[in-house]
């Protein structure tokens, strides 16, 4: 895709401090919410890239907020990095500051920019390339949730309230399904039905946080597979990225969200629903990735709970897929038409290849200690 005009582009480059003359950009990554392009700037003899970000302000209402979030979080994690003797610019997001000295740029139109450094020499992958990109993934995302046990969680704003609450999903799903605003409701009963057998099980994870029996942590919230870097030559993971969604949350909701996009054998939008399922041998590493990374910092009764969190994660995502696809495709970026009924599909084919595996998706969590 060649260079694109996207609201202000050239206003918000302007006014963030990238180094060098602005060459070109283009739109980059597969995300479902933000605009993101790469930037290239010529700076001397050099070419320097460049991650350049409009906020989705329709979703993330508080940008500003949002943007405290990222750059406490990422300046503790720099800290923690530094002192073990890590790369700070690579391991960790850095945001690039605006010429005002904020942390983001709002143009004329109130539309948020943020720029970040581009880490070099990684990829991020949609699906996984084999069990090592899952054991990675689940390590780093364990690490993340060890080194943030210690960041002050009243400090984040919950930039989504009840994101991963799955029984509110719920209930506004039912909503969209009584409202109906595009009459699709008709075309779908299948779906809703399959969703609303699940209602009673929503609740569970929730429950257990109430009763004090899960802990409260600080959590990414959005941990596919395309949220980790992943290093070029090693394969190893370098940095967890995507950090809009952190706040206060349960550590199954990142398991599970990871599970459920990574552990698939196929893509979250296929439309071949014989090529869905889960994958035990991607399930097992990415547990074993995650248990590992969190050492200490993981209860038993949360491990006991980890394939509730990825049933849960992958319902609730269908579920949100259902209700836009029922309001009209009004949230989840679009490609084609039915895209968010195909998403939907997959994660329930995925939640009902769940349930046949239960007994050993359950051994497997119990063989990490
Ligand atoms: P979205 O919210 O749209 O998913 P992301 O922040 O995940 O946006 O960015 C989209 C893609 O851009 C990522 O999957 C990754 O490939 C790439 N990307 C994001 N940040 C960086 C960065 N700092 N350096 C290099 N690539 C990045
Ligand atoms: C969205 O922006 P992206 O693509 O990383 C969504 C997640 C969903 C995901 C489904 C803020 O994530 O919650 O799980 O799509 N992010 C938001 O792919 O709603
Ligand atoms: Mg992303």
């Keep these: 895709m060649g260079n694109e005009q996207c609201g202000k582009i050239e206003e918000a480059i302007q006014n963030l401090s990238f180094a060098g003359a602005p060459v070109s950009w283009e739109r980059y990554g597969s995300g479902h919410i ?44 720099r800290e923690k990095i530094e002192a073990s003797g890590g790369d700070s610019e690579r391991e960790t997001l850095n945001i690039i500051k605006a010429k005002d000295g904020k942390d983001y740029y709002q143009d004329s139109d109130g539309n948020t920019w943020r ?34 046990a210690e960041y002050p969680a009243d400090r984040l704003t919950e930039t989504i309230p009840n994101f991963h609450n799955t029984p509110v999903r719920m209930n506004n799903f039912k909503q969209a399904v009584a409202e109906d605003v595009k009459n699709r409701a ?32 600080v959590t990414h919230n959005d941990t596919k597979l395309n949220n980790i870097m992943l290093d070029d030559q090693t394969g190893e993971a370098v940095c967890v990225i995507d950090l809009d969604t952190i706040m206060p949350g349960l550590s199954l909701f990142d398991y599970g969200d990871a599970i459920r996009f990574g552990a698939n054998t ?3 939008d296929e439309t071949d629903l014989s090529k869905v399922s889960l994958s035990l041998p991607l399930f097992n590493m990415y547990t074993r990735g995650y248990i590992e990374g969190c ?42 038409e039915n895209h968010n009924l195909d998403r939907a599909r997959t994660q329930f084919a995925l939640v009902a290849d769940m349930e046949t595996k239960w007994e050993e998706m359950k051994f497997i969590v119990q063989k990490y200690k």
Excluded: W
């Design 34 to 77: 933000n605009d993101t392009f790469r930037l290239i700037c010529k700076d001397g003899e050099k070419d320097r890239q460049y991650i350049l970000q409009r906020i989705n302000h329709h979703v993330f209402k508080d940008p500003v907020s949002l943007m405290a979030n990222i750059a406490g979080v990422t300046a503790f994690l």
């Design 266 to 268: 196929a893509k979250e």
């Design 115 to 148: 720029g970040y450094y581009f880490i070099e020499g990684a990829l991020t992958y949609d699906q996984a390339r084999s069990p090592e990109d899952l054991y990675q993934s689940g390590k780093a995302f364990g690490e993340f949730k060890r080194l943030l």
């Design 186 to 217: 008709q075309l779908v009963k299948e779906e809703i039905a399959f969703a609303l057998e699940r209602e009673a099980e929503c609740g569970t994870l929730i429950q257990m946080l109430q009763e004090g029996r899960l802990p409260l942590c």
């Design 295 to 336: 050492r200490e910092s993981i209860t038993p009764e949360e491990r006991e709970m980890l394939p509730m969190g990825a049933k849960l994660m992958t319902l609730e995502c269908g579920i949100r897929f259902l209700a836009d696809y029922l309001q009209g495709d009004i949230y989840f970026h679009t490609a084609r």
